[in-house]
């Protein structure tokens, strides 16, 4: 039994590997969604779309050897607990790289043209900054199961959801000239982020959870 | 063992139902929020955004009841299988009552205007009605395994892209005169159709995997 419990460890331990290579490919993922729509560069965009084929894989690949741990392993309690929130915390950094992917779009769409006005340049630029910050440290959560670092990332969540706030400040003010395109563009491109922080932030509670039991948002 | 087995089944069965009841949570709740849009009905959406805790609360706790029965049932194979898109599927239903708030919720914030301008009336009663039609053949799908039904989805989703294509060609029309505030509640609120119907389209296909082995979208 000590034997099958250490085969067992392991798996658990290339799961939450799994995890922190997805978690850093989607923080490069945005990083770099995030450079070609401030660039308007269409390869670093291409590139963003080309490499979510590769999150989507390793995260199907992922939640195949999860199942196949529990059917193997039958695990009960805290075990089974912390398998099925690894599938949930996949599902999230997936769709993290989703929205780096839907950023990449918006850049390739409106190429040779930027679609971000010089006014937003810096408030996203900010946005990718937070948004990147905040992917790594879902994968350092992942990693060392860290219950206040697992808080910080609802107070950089709120960081994002003010620069959020701020795009629309400059959308909605009288002085602005680009049009309902760019308006259409922007606001997609601001929910993208902001969801890209949501699902870090749910990646981060889900460990909160595991950890302790009890919800972080309660704090 | 035959009666072990009868009461899995039975336990089975009761999660296919609360998936059934969560789905038709979600088509109301689709209804009624789209309703209180077109109509700028401040209580009808405020019941949608009370209703959505109603969403939540049967989730969780069929969540829990999943993870229960793997804990004790220990299934494997197409047993485990199942347990496991149930719980995708809770995940995606849920998500499609967050989008009925979402709308309910720029109802709210517009009240007593209306958010959408009298051109776009029609456009997205259209799409509250395809929404519901999916989210009620998502319930159908669920409850029947019907894989016929599974693929029409897929097209109830082409015609729900379409109406949202045609939201976008309005906006973009010379003759758009509502400002760049309307211009996102619509881009918004045409984002939250999309994404509904994303989700109902996720769960036909989740089945349609279970009782397949096959990716719908492979046809």
Known sequence: MQWLRSV???????????????????????EKATHALLTA???EA????????????????????????????????S?????ITALRMSADLERMGDMA???????RL?????????????????MGKVAKLIADKAGAVISSRDIEKAVELEKDDDEMDKLHRKL????????????????IDITLIGRYYERFA??????ARRVYFLVTGKFSSEN
Not at 18 to 30: K, Q
Not at 168 to 183: I, Q, R
């Open 8 to 30: 067992f460890q392991d798996e658990l331990d290339s799961v939450t590997s799994t995890l922190v290579e997805l978690s850093n490919l989607v923080s490069d993922a945005i």
């Open 198 to 203: 949501d699902h870090a932030v749910s990646v």
């Open 110 to 126: 409106r190429h040779p043209q930027g679609a971000v006005p010089s006014e937003l340049l810096l408030t996203i630029e900010e």
């Open 101 to 107: 992917h839907h950023v990449a779009k918006i850049t």
């Open 46 to 77: 291409e590139s963003v779309i080309a490499a979510d084929d590769r999150v989507d894989t390793v995260q199907h690949d992922l939640d195949s050897r999860i199942i196949d741990i529990i059917a193997r392993q039958q695990p009960v309690a």
């Open 168 to 183: 629309f400040t400059t959308l909605l003010d009288d002085s602005w000239s680009h049009g309902t395109e760019t308006a």
């Open 41 to 43: 560069n269409l390869e």
């Open 79 to 83: 075990d089974l607990r912390a398998l």
